[in-house]
């Protein structure tokens, strides 16, 4: 392996200059197409950057410039299974032609090879400010827009976060990206331009994300960036896999404890105030899962009356697709968390870490569908998982250093 490029970071091993100017203008491609594009056009640069990405790949492996990492097993049968599943019927809506939502596989296959091309030729520290940047941009852009022509009380982006709860996670995302430069950087790559920027962008992002009006995401995201240091610290995986649980657990509680809650709090705290309209499509998702356990509804059913999604991810697994497939889903993330707790380089391991960790939380009262099309959840779900299932351990069970 001498002279080449191997797969998992390697700060000794030099990176060629238009390997990293790629992984660039793919990751940015990535972030434009969230943030800023919308429709078509935002699945037409998502597309392209995929398809580059995998083409980047087997062009450097086929030169003998880099190795093909070993893929999860747990993760190719998620795949499998998942592929499967969404090939077959039900489908859920009458009149879907077969096979049609295989390209909810293609696309995650698409972010898989971006995240494995971007991951390995970029410091990681650049992929962070990277999305803080994109993310502090969109705030900026949302807010200015809000204040001289917003009709809507709530908060709303551009591009794929265009919706406040979307929104809400690919902000949140940034808040996790600033939080792992500012705390979790080695202190030689601190400078008091690079902190003040980074606090600047913070307090951006947390007032963006408020003004949405989201609090799933934000009580998920107060849950990561407090407790996930703390299970870092203890350096348990299961401690981490318990967190993020936990922090579905505590979102989903807060749903189902609404009325007592908003009584409590609702004089005092506006965002309590407002109906989550959760409960009544949770009773129904519950009565379907039951009639339906082992092979779901189908990935486009949708509730004809009230709220049309579950808003609740565990839940819309099974929903969906099945409660061995639920079961899949959650072997699959808490084998991504155990990955993320045992990476060596303490920024990446706090950005992955926290992420899933909000992620989970995120999903205890909004994300519906973990397989749904290309969207934000790619960034704050997606993303952090491949990146965590890439960092292989080396022999003595300690991850290799990532580029900083």
Same mark, same amino acid.
């Given at each position: ?7 998992? %970071? ?45 083409? +980047? ?48 596989? +293609? ?15 970029? %410091? ?107 299970? +870092?610290?203890?350096?348990? %995986? ?55 356990? +082992? ?104 991850? %290799?250093?990532?580029?900083?």
């Amino acid at each position: 392996m001498a002279g080449k490029i191997i797969l998992h %970071p390697n700060p000794a091993v030099p990176l060629q200059g238009d390997a990293r100017n790629a992984a660039y203008a793919l990751l940015s491609a990535l972030l434009v197409s969230l943030f800023f594009v919308n429709g078509a056009a935002s699945n037409a640069i998502a597309i392209i950057a995929f398809v580059a990405a995998w083409v +980047l790949i087997v062009r450097d492996h086929r030169a003998g410039s880099l190795t093909m990492p070993p893929l999860n097993p747990v993760l190719l049968v998620f795949a499998i299974i998942i592929s499967l599943r969404i090939l077959l019927p039900p489908y859920g809506v009458t009149g879907a032609p077969p096979g049609a939502a295989i390209t909810r596989i +293609l696309l995650l296959v698409g972010l898989y090879g971006l995240t494995l091309y971007v991951y390995t030729r970029l %410091p990681f520290s650049h992929i962070l400010w990277m999305i803080v940047s994109a993310a502090a941009l969109c705030a900026l852009a949302a807010i200015f827009a809000h204040m001289v022509i917003g009709h809507e009380s709530r908060l709303e982006f551009f591009g794929r976060a265009s919706h406040a709860i979307a929104g809400a996670g690919a902000i949140a995302t940034g808040v996790t990206a600033a939080a792992a430069l500012l705390f979790a950087a080695p202190s030689q790559d601190r400078t008091k331009w690079g902190i003040l920027s980074l606090l600047g962008s913070m307090a951006l992002l947390v007032a963006a994300l408020y003004f949405t009006g989201s609090r799933g995401p934000i009580l998920a995201l107060s849950v990561a960036l407090i407790a996930t240091p703390l299970a +870092l610290r203890c350096r348990l %995986p299961w401690l981490l896999i318990a967190l993020a649980f936990g922090a579905w657990c505590l979102v989903s509680s807060f749903v189902l404890l609404e009325v007592p809650i908003k009584e409590a709090l609702c004089p005092y705290v506006d965002l309590a105030c407002r109906p989550s309209k959760r409960n009544d499509v949770w009773q129904a998702t519950a009565q379907l899962i039951a009639q339906h356990p +082992l092979w779901g509804s189908g990935y486009a059913f949708r509730f004809t009356q009230g709220v049309t999604h579950a808003h609740n991810a565990y839940l819309g697994m099974a929903l969906h697709y099945g409660v061995p497939l639920l079961l899949l889903f959650i072997a699959l993330m808490a084998t991504a968390l155990y990955q993320a707790a045992q990476i060596a380089s303490a920024q990446t391991k706090f950005f992955v870490a926290s992420t899933l960790v909000f992620a989970n939380g995120y999903m205890g009262s909004d994300l519906s569908d973990p397989m749904r099309f290309f969207n934000t959840h790619y960034l704050f779900l997606w993303f952090p998982l491949f990146v965590a299932l890439l960092s292989v351990k080396s022999d003595n069970g300690v991850a %290799p250093t990532p580029r900083e």
